[in-house]
């Protein structure tokens, strides 16, 4: 069975940082670009910070961009999200996904291009 295992998410004070992990188990997620999602109740996800399938390539939501990096190691098989200077808009649970094509060209910013998601970690940022 697929899975996606997210880790790291918890409790911070604003301006700490995390480092959100994200290990594939059950398959080889190095021909797809990877994702991080990140999605409040009865919203839609928001996109954070996607990573190509070589890792060569990085693109990030505004709301994150100079202050989060994500990174991946193929060897290893999972995705790395570190996120600095957090503060209490930044809460909410994070996912990882993986895209549903194979060396897509650009990395897709719409959920709905991702076929694989993890179960989430929850990030709180107190003031």
């Known amino acids: 069975q697929v899975q996606l295992i997210e880790s790291g998410g918890g409790l911070v004070q604003a301006g700490d940082s995390l480092r959100l992990s994200c290990a594939a188990s059950q398959f080889t997620f190095t021909s797809t670009n990877a994702a991080w999602f990140r999605q409040a109740p009865g919203k839609e996800p928001e996109f954070v910070a996607g990573?190509?399938?070589?890792?060569?390539?990085?693109e990030y939501a505004g709301s994150v961009y100079g202050r989060s990096t994500i990174s991946r190691n193929n060897a290893e098989n999972t995705v790395i999200l570190e996120i600095n200077g957090l503060n209490p808009a930044d809460t909410t649970i994070y996912y990882c996904a993986t895209d549903r094509r194979a060396y897509r060209a650009v990395i897709a910013r719409d959920s709905s291009d991702y076929a694989y998601w993890g179960q989430g970690t929850q990030v709180t940022v107190s003031s």
């Open positions: 990573v190509n399938w070589s890792g060569s390539n990085t």
